[in-house]
């Protein structure tokens, strides 16, 4: 009899064994991070081209409407585009602005990427910008002007303002107005998103006199080999541009793709580039490359678009002056981009296929995108950037598509808790399991 009982005992045993391993090996595959089961080079063209990111904001109607924004990212929709010649959706935004201060505002429109490449119809897509006083009053200093492939509306398209001075001229108040209206019909009857990037000029920023009076010719940057030879995992829009130092990296990039890159740039200095592309499908299209500052105002550095070929695989450029506050007297549009030390954006992108270029139109282009500064860093450069931007921009997480507001970090904590909860419960059940199979 007690023979039997302890062979019974040693059954159940047994039979408890491949319980607690289960809950070993679910333990062990909890405690694995999902983003390390994710192959980023196997994301849909839709998810590698521009992103637009930001807190919400919603605009409004009129100016009597007009919500009020902080220096900083923010992120809207415009519903409607329109034909050539008219304007689609319209909103408007205020700032506090001071006397002495100016405003600088960017705003950043992006369609998503034909699913089979550029239709032979072309359809366009802009953001135009305005800076109006209280009384409906323009108060800017010049014009907006569209940077990105406008005419087709393929990838992200940027205008950028900045204010004249505030208490002077026809600038009175203690509030501007940003007025941004959609144009172009792509994607006409789809709302899109739109990025609208604030700051606020100090009063006293700039004078001087420039730092170079010609144009610094530049082929480019020298050729660096990279430190990693697996591509990188650049960033999708201005927010989210991953950040870099000089040296050599190497990107794949598929019909429709944009990486954002983002470097500092101190005054004093001047960026150079160089892009290689080192494998390529026998039609692999165009390649545009753009630089922005801070406020996203394009910096002359002779990029542009190009078609990558066997027998020239290599373009490069540089600004034309090295970054100096004083460079904004200048005359000359080139040396007069190149005036806001801080950070710098890099966009390099992969413009669509026509829709009958099968069957290369999914294949990857390979190239490496050397970034290099060039000359000293100025003695009385300032840190960072001289502009009143705002806090920098957290990426959200995939949790607040279902509501919540969180930001990658404070994701991590929260799937951090989480994971712990889970696994003290696990825990807690395998105990119960092995007391149980000790006290039989």
């Known amino acids: 009899m007690h023979r039997t009982a302890r062979a019974r005992r040693t059954a159940e045993r047994a039979r408890a064994l491949p319980a607690v391993a289960a809950l070993v090996l679910a333990l062990v595959l909890f405690s694995i991070p999902s983003a390390a089961l994710a192959d980023p080079t196997e994301q849909p063209a839709a998810e590698r081209a521009y992103q637009a990111v930001g807190p919400e904001v919603s605009g409004g109607g009129s100016q009597a409407q007009a919500p009020l924004l902080v220096p900083g990212l923010h992120r809207d929709s415009l519903d409607e585009g329109a034909e050539l010649g008219e304007e689609g959706s319209v909103k408007f935004y205020r700032v506090a602005v001071g006397g002495g201060q100016r405003l600088h505002a960017a705003a950043t429109i992006a369609a998503p990427p034909y699913p089979d490449g550029l239709p032979r119809e072309i359809e366009g897509l802009g953001v135009d910008l305005e800076v109006l006083t209280a009384g409906g009053d323009v108060c800017s200093d010049g014009g907006t002007d569209d940077v990105g492939e406008y005419s087709t509306g393929d990838g992200p398209i940027t205008s950028s303002i900045v204010s004249d001075v505030m208490g002077y001229g026809g600038c009175a108040g203690e509030e501007l107005y940003l007025r941004v209206a959609r144009t172009g019909s792509r994607a006409g009857d789809q709302p899109l998103p739109v990025e609208i990037q604030v700051a606020i000029e100090p009063a006293g920023i700039g004078g001087g006199e420039p730092a170079v009076t010609e144009e610094i010719e530049d082929e480019g940057a020298d050729p660096v080999p990279p430190e990693d030879e697996e591509p990188l995992e650049p960033g999708r829009s201005f927010g989210t541009a991953a950040e870099v130092a000089p040296g050599s990296y190497v990107l794949e990039l598929v019909p429709g793709e944009v990486a954002a890159l983002r470097l500092e740039v101190p005054e004093g200095q001047r960026l150079r580039w160089r892009a290689e592309v080192t494998s390529q499908p026998e039609n692999p299209g165009s390649l545009s490359l753009g630089v922005a500052n801070a406020v996203r105002d394009q910096v002359t550095v002779g990029g542009g678009t190009w078609t990558p070929s066997t027998t020239t695989p290599v373009t490069g450029g540089g600004m034309f002056a090295p970054v100096d506050r004083g460079n904004r007297s200048s005359e000359l549009t080139s040396i007069a981009s ?31 995108l050397t970034l290099a500064l060039d000359g000293e860093v100025a003695e009385d450069a300032p840190e960072g950037s001289v502009l009143e931007l705002g806090e920098p921009f957290l990426p959200r997480g995939p949790l607040s598509g279902i509501g919540l507001d969180v930001s990658g970090r404070e994701l991590l904590l929260l799937g951090g808790a989480g994971t712990l909860t889970v696994l003290s419960a696990l825990l807690g059940i395998a105990g119960l399991l092995v007391l149980r199979m000790r006290r039989g």
């Open 338 to 368: 190149a005036w806001l030390p801080g950070t710098h954006t890099v966009l390099l992108q992969r413009l669509q296929l026509p829709d009958d270029a099968e069957p290369e139109r999914g294949e990857p282009v390979t190239v490496v």
